[in-house]
């Protein structure tokens, strides 16, 4: 039956061709962007994968920045450790040649204070961006390392810990009056302390107004098999701060951050442990003045024994101190090496993670290219078959001739 009311070609035209334009529309987005999943719209799903993927590939940008930077302080590290222990050979040289009756001892000795100078001057200058991993400033430094995500979505950091050497040359003792105590707990005055505590046991650490704190004096509480270490700081000791309670502040932050089974009560520069577990742990406290090091026996060497010097004490101590900066190196290159590793995993990661992305929302281009060609044909026969639909209604006046 033919009606010029309802044309059924017509409408099946229209609708073939506006599903071909929609299409068309499609790949034609896909070829523009390069991309077969664009917005949320064309598939929420792979979308959202893709977003998060792309926010970890974000987030380890930064992480790479991290790396670099961490391993560059590290490198800085290990170049001064490994120059102080050449410098420490050449020490080693001289008091070998010292040995020599027939040698100038007293030049001998100014050759070494030099040489002692100039590590002096290596440790100082061993900082990356004011980051002294030698100078004993640091006990260590936590560098970003990665992002790990796990199974129900939650993110955290890990970070590759790299522990601070002390090559710092000093003669420093422990701090006088460093640490006193209530009842008696820990003593009148005392540079250094240690205690038994039991079961709900407890302690007072108290940091004594009569203390010769100095900056940069070390003060360690250790609590079992781990050891907190605070620095004083200027801070600590400006005018108007009472210095005990400021350093009480100080430690006690530091306590905390070893994550001990103990509770801890800071009142008026009193520190107050008590032990919360079952087993009896230990308390102790000790202390170093500002300028004690790891290297501090360097600037008591004197070959002269004319002088009061002693040659032969001198060479069984320099082995000491090269074996203490070959150490320092050697941990260093090592925190160096593994920063490096991990760098270098975080950028093929990076890379793989930007494959899956490209895997889920990427156009296939030879596809989109093929599809595309294929829709203009489509549509060009849509648009003709219309027209040849709507020439229909036409046909129906002849019928009236």
Known sequence: MSSILTNNSAMVALQTLSQINKNLGTTQNEISTGRKVDTARDNASVWAISQTMQSDVDGFKGITDSLATGSAAVAVARTASESITGLLKQVKAKIVAAQDPSASQTKLQTDIAELTLQIGSVVSAAQFNGLNLVNGSNASVDILASLDRASDGSVSASSITVSGQDLSIGTGGAVTNAFTGSGGAVGAANENFSQTLDAAGTVDIGFGANADYTVGDKLSISIGDKTATYTVTAEDLATGNVAAETIAVGVADTIRSMGQNVSMVVDAGVITLTNDGTAAITVS????????????????????????????????????????????????????????????????????????????????????????????????LATQSLSIANQAPQNILSLFR
């Open 285 to 380: 406290g000790n202390s170093i003045e500002a300028g004690a090091g790891g290297l501090g026996a360097l600037s008591t060497l004197n070959v002269d024994d004319g002088a009061g010097g002693n040659s032969g004490a001198a060479l069984a101590a320099i082995e000491g101190l090269i074996q203490t900066s070959i150490d320092a190196a050697a941990a260093f290159g090592s925190s160096q090496a593994r920063i490096d590793i991990q760098s270098d995993f975080v950028g093929k990661l990076t890379d793989s993670l930007k494959t899956g992305i490209g895997a889920l929302i990427d156009a296939n281009m030879e596809e989109a290219s093929a599809r595309l060609q294929a829709l203009q044909v489509q549509q060009q």
